[in-house]
């Protein structure tokens, strides 16, 4: 099966920095990666998706990067604000099955 | 649209008590996944269903776990006996069928067994 690893587990940046956060997967087949951003006591909630057939995505802030060889995707936060601060899961799906496998999450701390 | 409904948002019961987690999904959507998260654990998948079916139940961690979905829009996971072990946030997370369609998760179920 599948297995998603995640790093860092903990990122601290100010205001108005960049952060990136890193995710590995296991099986070649999987070709959907979405992230999700959850608030304390919060749902975790898609903020961006990336299919296997493309290599980049933005969303104004937000990018997120897929390469398919070495079987990594990244995270790309611009510009970061104290509302950024949150916890990230990145995750994977492979293309036989219907669910998610997800990395341990980054706890993403903007310092104002 | 509403989202993925549960209920209860929170639930405080003493140990060997039945406990029983409630989940509307999205409408027309298919897929139903029930998730456990702990700080020590992470997310874990515990259930999905596919069409009302269960597909996947690897994750249910023993038999005092079971979970139901008996129409399109409703699933109940249910915990008989509880133990303090199985506090958690529970989450409900639901899906169209489609190559690579969205995710999205209610707003879970605190759970905290004494």
């Known amino acids: 099966g599948e297995n998603v690893e995640q790093h860092p587990s903990t990122l601290s940046v100010q205001e108005g920095d960049s952060a990136v956060i890193k995710c590995t997967y296991s099986d070649s087949a999987s070709n959907y990666f979405p992230w999700y951003k959850q608030e304390l006591g919060k749902r975790p909630q898609l903020i961006i998706d990336?299919?296997?057939?493309?290599g980049e995505k933005k969303d104004q802030r937000i990018a997120v990067t897929l390469n398919k060889t070495a079987k990594h995707f990244s995270l790309h936060i611009t510009e970061t604000q104290p509302e950024d601060s949150a916890v990230y899961f990145c995750?994977?799906?492979?293309?036989?099955?219907?669910?998610?496998?997800f990395g341990s999450g980054t706890r993403l701390q903007v310092q104002p | 649209d509403a989202g993925v409904i549960q209920s209860p948002r929170h639930e405080v019961t003493e140990m060997g008590q039945e406990v029983t987690l409630r989940c509307k999904p999205i409408?027309?959507?298919?897929?139903l996944f029930w998730y456990r998260q702990t700080m020590m654990r992470g997310l874990e998948l515990l259930i999905y269903?596919?069409?009302?079916?269960?597909?996947?139940d690897s994750g249910m961690p023993e038999d005092r776990f079971s979970a139901k979905m008996p129409n399109a829009s409703f699933s109940t996971l249910k915990i008989q006996p509880s133990e303090p072990r199985d506090s958690a946030v529970y989450f409900c997370?639901?899906?169209?069928?489609?190559?690579?369609?969205?995710?999205?998760f209610g707003d879970g179920t605190r759970l905290s067994i004494l």
């Open positions: 997370a639901s899906r169209q069928t489609g190559v690579n369609q969205p995710q999205h």
């Open positions: 990336i299919r296997s057939n493309v």
């Open positions: 269903f596919n069409n009302n079916v269960p597909i996947d």
């Open positions: 409408s027309g959507h298919d897929y």
């Open positions: 995750a994977a799906i492979e293309a036989g099955r219907r669910a998610l496998t």
